[in-house]
């Protein structure tokens, strides 16, 4: 089983151009309660980001434009996923390590937090990752 779960959203577009709306608590749509909101964009060529775990977070990371490449590790194996449609979300569950690379010049990747930010939630080190999963 894949370990990337998808959230595909609907567009709304029309002849002016696209929408999407995110809401929660419908089927298909973020499966929890979104405590927090933030973007990254701006990411210098050449520059990787991630490298760590959560403990308890959970995420929706929506790339709104431009591309970027995610490696998911559960402890057990690695999956390579772009990042590319600003209809498509990408699931990320907890304990499950993240690195973010490639990213286009343009790229926004907006991200759906179910937590205020701590950092005692972070796991940085990827033996310690481990030990905890396996
Ligand atoms: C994740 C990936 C996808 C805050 O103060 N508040 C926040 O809500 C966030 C997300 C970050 N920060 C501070 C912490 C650092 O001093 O902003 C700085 C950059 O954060 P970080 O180095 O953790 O960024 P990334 O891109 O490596 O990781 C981020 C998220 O932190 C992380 O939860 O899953 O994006």
Same mark, same amino acid.
């Given at each position: ?18 929408? #999407? $709306? ?9 499966? +929890?309660?979104?405590?927090? %909101?933030?973007?990254?964009?701006? !990411? ?19 790339? #709104? $434009? ?9 402890? +057990?194996?690695?999956?390579? %996923?772009?990042?590319?449609?600003? !209809? ?19 790229? #926004? ?26």
């Amino acid at each position: 089983m894949s370990l990337a779960k998808w959230i595909d959203f609907q567009s709304l577009g029309d002849e002016r151009g696209s929408l #999407v $709306a995110v809401e929660i608590g419908q089927e298909k749509a973020v499966p +929890f309660a979104i405590r927090r %909101v933030y973007y990254i964009y701006r !990411t210098e060529p050449g520059i990787s980001r991630g490298f760590h775990a959560h403990k308890a977070l959970r995420q929706v990371a929506i790339p #709104v $434009a431009g591309r970027c490449r995610m490696v998911l590790d559960d402890g +057990f194996r690695q999956e390579d %996923v772009w990042l590319d449609n600003p !209809t498509r979300g990408l699931l990320i569950d907890s304990m499950m390590w993240r690195e973010m690379h490639d990213f286009s010049k343009d790229c #926004v990747l907006l991200v759906l937090a179910s937590e205020h930010y701590d950092e005692g939630d972070y796991i940085r080190d990827y033996e310690q990752f481990l030990a905890g999963v396996r």
